[in-house]
């Protein structure tokens, strides 16, 4: 008996490629705008700033740059979320560029591996796979993520192994609980994760009554883990909700601000709360309050 020989992923996204050039040509023409505007920046007579630059020094200005599309999609501003996201688009093609001048790798290689991986994890839709609904896709897609994995000769020697150690810490925390739980260590539910929060909460309080720094700040770093817990079981980005939490603060910070005027830096606690209190009720009186979808 034969084996079935596999899909030819590549040639699966390439026809998707071309089912789509046409509706969604000037889409594929600004891809090209900038992928010339930047070639052009590399060139021998381009910008030196771009000409200077490597793989690596190029690697913290990614960071930075999805970090601020982060905060742009979180403030909720389309104009900014958009130009953010371009910043992004901008810093992939420039190192792609870098790399294939060095005699690495290009854009092309860069777009085809990613094509053809989502063709492959998406049998559901390029395959004969069902899936009706996101949480059998997630299932699909792991499972064709294991077999990848398993395949490979240097394996992981644990199952929360693979989050960036860059990721800030909240975004790591829920990566590492997604990791966990795809092994079955997971809570059932949002209100069994909130009672373990709750738990956490009182140890916490227990640590600061007993004033221990040490102790505090193991407690507190259960209390933030336990919270991103709930968070992932309401289906969240606990990222997002404490960017849009900051961005709160900051708003009714100002609203504080305009109130005291000269006396912010010399109003008593008490006076501070009662400014804060009116700009909390004139925020939402406003409708300044956003019910989250």
């Avoid at 809570?187 to 994760?193: L, V």
């Avoid at 004033?211 to 289906?235: C, H, M, T, Y």
């Amino acid at each position: 008996m034969t084996d079935t020989p596999a899909p030819d992923f590549a040639a699966i996204a390439r026809a998707q490629g071309a089912a789509r050039a046409a509706s969604e040509r000037e889409a594929v023409a600004r891809l090209i705008d900038l992928v010339g505007v930047i070639y052009r920046l590399r060139d021998a007579d381009g910008c030196p700033w771009d000409r200077a630059q490597s793989v690596d020094s190029m690697a913290q200005n990614l960071l930075e740059e999805a970090a601020e599309a982060h905060e742009a999609i979180a403030a909720g501003g389309d104009a900014e979320t958009c130009e953010e996201l371009g910043d992004v688009l901008m810093n992939v093609v420039l190192i792609a560029r870098i790399a294939e001048q060095d005699g690495r790798f290009g854009l092309g290689a860069v777009a085809a591996g990613i094509a053809e991986k989502l063709v492959r994890r998406h049998p559901h839709v390029f395959g004969d796979v069902k899936a009706a609904d996101a949480q059998a896709a997630l299932a699909s897609w792991n499972a064709v993520k294991d077999q990848e994995q398993a395949a490979k000769a240097r394996r992981r020697a644990s199952a929360l192994d693979g989050v960036p150690e860059a990721l800030p810490a909240l975004s790591a925390g829920a990566r590492t609980i997604d990791k966990a739980a795809a092994t079955g260590f997971d809570w059932p539910n949002a209100p069994a994760a909130m009672a373990k929060l709750n738990e956490e909460v009182a140890e916490l309080r227990d640590a600061v009554a007993a004033g221990r720094a040490a102790r505090i700040e193991d407690e507190l770093g259960d209390v933030l883990f336990a919270a991103v817990a709930v968070g992932r079981k309401a289906g969240l980005d606990p990222e997002l909700a404490l960017r849009r939490a900051l961005g709160k603060f900051r708003r009714r910070f100002a609203a504080l601000e305009a109130q005291l005027g000269p006396r912010l830096g010399k109003a008593d606690l008490d006076e501070l709360l009662a400014a804060w209190d009116r700009a909390v009720q004139g925020e939402r009186a406003g409708g300044g309050t956003v019910e989250l979808p």
